[in-house]
């Protein structure tokens, strides 16, 4: 019994986290007919350090579903292509245009919006149930087997007693913590610091990516205002602080001149949040009653803005593969192996090539004082419009696309 005798809820699969992950499970299990609890500790989706792109395999995924118009009619902008300043050289280095995917372009929404979206779709189905203000704070077990969540509500604490509990619950994930798996730190050598600056009719289309000596700065497109990410080398947040918000603010118009009437909005050090840069994973992803999917499984790189994108793909394979187990019977640990098996090889492969990025190309930026030129693999691409389908492939679409199976 919950410490304070809270009524116990009982369903066949106990969601922990609403992200996207969480969500597009939800509602997938939802869609099912498969009773469902998705628990969000949060109050709202409103959270700033969220990533913000849809890709075209998870717009595939809602084309499968029907719910890509709907989604589409929210307010977004969209990229066809990618391109970067590196030096004084501007590169387009990734072209959406020619995938084969319903929508061939990444779209910028941000995510407390998808996850509405998200949550109004799952709605729809009467055996979904999202507890908002409900932190998951334990594992309930039987022997080896999970059999539910501890959680702390808005009324005080509840157990939810499930078939199957997944983990969705991010890159700090509790349930993982509570199982006591063991993780492969791959580790960064960056850390983000993240900032909005408010945008101006006149101000140039949205390049994505601006390296120069020492620095690397992205620059998000959400309609209004800037999204800003100011790549730092890890552990760096003490220096840039010691250097104080007038250099700050200089090294940002050195990067993007036009900004200069506006980094006064940075007003002090709360304007600018540190987001800390984790590259990790499982090696197993499972155990009885509990399998972990999403950051929770692996965290990624922000390299490519793929996360959001791996953690739909884990939710469409998850479902496809226990949703007749889910219906029918039992899911044994033979069937949440099969997920894991489904999924690691391509979050190996995703966090290879970032991890690739990230030492050879954005350490050797962030070490450097002198101003980069294009390394010869991004001149090619900027040189050959055909090359830059390969990039937008693998971002665009990821190393195994999931389809909707049921
Ligand atoms: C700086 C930075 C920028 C990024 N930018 C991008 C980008 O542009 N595009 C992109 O695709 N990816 C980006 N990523 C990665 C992306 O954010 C993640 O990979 C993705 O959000 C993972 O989704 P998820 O559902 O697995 O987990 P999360 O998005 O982390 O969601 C987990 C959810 O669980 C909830 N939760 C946590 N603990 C509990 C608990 N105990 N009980 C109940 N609820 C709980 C949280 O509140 C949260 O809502 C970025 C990452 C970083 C660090």
């Not at 969500?23 to 700033?48: C, N, P, Q």
């Not at 104080?244 to 940002?252: S, T, V």
């Not at 019977?329 to 033979?334: A, E, K």
């Amino acid at each position: 019994m919950p410490p304070n005798n809270m009524p116990d809820t009982t369903t066949r699969c106990c969601v922990v986290g609403g992200g996207p992950a969480g969500m597009m499970l939800g509602f997938l299990l939802a869609r099912a007919g498969i009773d469902v609890v998705v628990l969000e500790k949060h109050t709202d989706f409103l959270r700033d350090f969220r990533g913000d792109t849809v890709h075209p395999s998870t717009m595939q995924v809602m084309h499968e579903l029907g719910i890509l118009d709907a989604f589409l009619t929210r307010p977004h902008s969209e990229i066809r292509t990618i391109g970067v300043r590196i030096g004084d050289t501007f590169l387009q280095v990734a072209d959406f245009s020619h995938l084969p995917t319903k929508a061939k372009f990444i779209a910028f929404i941000p995510q407390w919006d998808f996850l509405d979206f998200l949550t109004e779709q799952a709605n729809r189905f009467p055996t979904f149930r999202l507890m908002m203000r409900t932190e998951a704070t334990d594992l309930i077990r039987e022997g080896d087997q999970m059999i539910g969540v501890r959680a702390r509500g808005p009324d005080g604490m509840l157990d939810i007693h499930a078939q199957l509990m997944i983990a969705c619950d991010g890159r700090h994930s509790t349930l993982r913590d509570a199982a006591g798996f063991g993780v492969v730190e791959i580790g960064a050598p960056m850390d983000v610091l993240w900032l909005r600056l408010s945008k101006h009719a006149t101000d140039p289309a949205q390049t994505l990516g601006r390296i120069d000596a020492g620095r690397v700065f992205i620059m998000l497109d959400r309609n209004d205002y800037w999204q800003c990410a100011f790549v730092i080398p890890k552990g760096g947040i003490d220096e840039v602080h010691a250097r104080g918000l007038d250099a700050f603010r200089a090294e940002i118009v050195r990067l993007a001149s036009f900004l200069q009437d506006r980094v006064h909005e940075l007003t002090n050090w709360d304007d600018v949040k540190l987001l800390t840069v984790a590259v990790n994973r499982l090696n197993t992803w499972f155990r009885p009653g509990l399998l972990c999917i999403g950051d929770a499984a692996h965290a990624m790189s922000p390299v490519g803005g793929v996360g959001i994108n791996l953690a739909i793909q884990d939710a469409v394979a998850t479902a496809n593969i226990l949703v007749p187990r889910l219906t029918r019977g039992q899911v044994t640990l033979d069937d949440l192996r099969a997920v894991q098996r489904r999924r690691a090889w391509p979050t190996r492969m995703t966090q290879r090539l970032q991890v690739a990025v990230q030492n050879r190309i954005i350490s050797n930026v962030l070490r450097s004082n002198a101003t980069p030129t294009p390394p010869f693999a991004a001149r090619l691409l900027g040189r050959f419009a055909l090359l830059r389908r390969l990039p937008a492939r693998i971002i665009g679409m990821g190393f195994r696309p999931e389809h909707i199976r049921h």
